[in-house]
T-cell receptor, first 113, second 115 residues
Framework: SAVISQKPSRDICQRGTSLTIQCQVDSQVTMMFWYRQQPGQSLTLIATANQGSEATYESGFVIDKFPISRPNLTFSTLTVSNMSPEDSSIYLC???WGTGELFFGEGSRLTVL | QQQVKQSPQSLIVQKGGISIINCAYENTAFDYFPWYQQFPGKGPALLIAIRPDVSEKKEGRFTISFNKSAKQFSLHIMDSQPGDSATYFCAASTGRGSTLGRLYFGRGTQLTVWP
């Protein structure tokens, strides 16, 4: 498995501001993913981040709201833009091995006031 | 539409007992079924996974049972311990190609094991 580090681990933000979450992996991976876990809820895929190409967003998620960067094979960022209280969630970075196994970081806990 | 349905929502088991969590799916294209364990304040950790070519997989005290015809799979935790108290998520995906990493999660089961 990979070691996945996320920053920040938690943050409290004001409505209307933006926050960028960083994800660092200790090995090169082709595919990285961003998931959202709303309070007490399940996990939902936001987008797939592939190096050298635009991220692929799932239904209900748009690039203007959740811009993603993937500058190399070990790093990605997710920005939550123009935040509202409804964006209060845990945002999780994950990586997949070719076997289909998906591993998650510890998550970034965001509270929007 | 919930792609993977999980039950029960919460489960209380005595130490040493068996914990059973059930999941059902509709999409017959799914061919990878993992279970994740999540402790408070932590990310989900892959616990055990199965593919439909086998009906059961066991790793230590954890067993997945898979019923392809019924489109159901379950997690059994034998000899449950207080340290197993966590939220468990089942998931499903096609597990390969362009959909690799696109997991559909159940709503989770909060397991409490009493000492």
């Amino acid at each position: 498995s990979a070691v996945i580090s996320q920053k920040p681990s938690r943050d409290i933000c004001q409505r209307g501001t933006s926050l960028t979450i960083q994800c660092q992996v200790d090995s090169q991976v082709t595919m990285m993913f961003w998931y959202r876990q709303q309070p007490g809820q399940s996990l939902t895929l936001i987008a797939t981040a592939n190096q050298g190409s635009e991220a692929t967003y799932e239904s209900g998620f748009v690039i203007d709201k959740f811009p993603i960067s993937r500058p190399n094979l070990t790093f990605s960022t997710l920005t939550v833009s123009n935040m509202s209280p409804e964006d209060s969630s845990i945002y999780l970075c994950s990586v997949a091995w070719g076997t289909g196994e998906l591993f998650f970081g510890e998550g970034s806990r965001l509270t929007v006031l | 539409q919930q792609q993977v349905k999980q039950s029960p929502q919460s489960l209380i088991v005595q130490k040493g007992g068996i914990s059973i969590i059930n999941c059902a799916y509709e999409n017959t294209a799914f061919d990878y079924f993992p279970w994740y364990q999540q402790f408070p304040g932590k990310g989900p950790a892959l616990l055990i996974a199965i593919r439909p070519d086998v009906s059961e997989k066991k790793e230590g005290r954890f067993t997945i049972s898979f019923n392809k015809s019924a489109k159901q799979f379950s997690l059994h935790i034998m000899d449950s311990q207080p340290g197993d108290s966590a939220t468990y998520f089942c998931a499903a995906s096609t597990g390969r190609g362009s959909t690799l990493g696109r997991l559909y999660f159940g709503r989770g089961t909060q397991l409490t094991v009493w000492p």
